[in-house]
């Protein structure tokens, strides 16, 4: 098969618009602000969980590796509040 004919099967490929279902944008985004919504308390409730354990720590004299952990949680939230944005911008 030569080049050419490759291109012409290839550029006869169909190429549809997305499209999505009548009467179930509301639901999805419904969803997916109730997914987002959960993500950020999740969040927060980590770094209050984070915080306490190390002022409990502090106050046994114990050491432990709490800033990995409030790293984690950080990363998380950074990832939650940049995955609405990111997918828009990338479809």
Same mark, same amino acid.
Request: charged content about 10%; overall charge positive.
């Given at each position: 098969?030569?080049?050419?004919? *490759? =291109? =012409?099967?290839?550029?006869?490929?169909?190429?549809?618009?997305?499209?999505?279902?009548?009467? *179930?944008?509301?639901?999805?985004?419904?969803? *997916?602000?109730?997914?987002?919504?959960?993500?950020?308390?999740?969040?927060?409730?980590?770094?209050?969980?984070?915080?306490?354990?190390?002022?409990?720590?502090?106050?046994?004299?114990?050491?432990?590796?709490?800033?990995?952990?409030?790293?984690?949680?950080?990363?998380?939230?950074?990832?939650?509040?940049?995955?609405?944005?990111?997918?828009?911008?990338?479809?």
């Amino acid at each position: 098969m030569t080049k050419a004919m *490759l =291109y =012409y099967h290839l550029a006869a490929v169909p190429q549809p618009k997305a499209q999505k279902p009548q009467g *179930l944008g509301g639901k999805i985004d419904q969803m *997916l602000g109730l997914a987002m919504w959960a993500g950020t308390a999740a969040g927060v409730l980590g770094i209050l969980i984070t915080g306490a354990m190390m002022g409990i720590s502090l106050k046994r004299g114990e050491s432990s590796e709490h800033m990995s952990r409030l790293g984690m949680v950080l990363g998380g939230c950074c990832l939650v509040a940049t995955a609405g944005p990111f997918a828009t911008w990338v479809f």
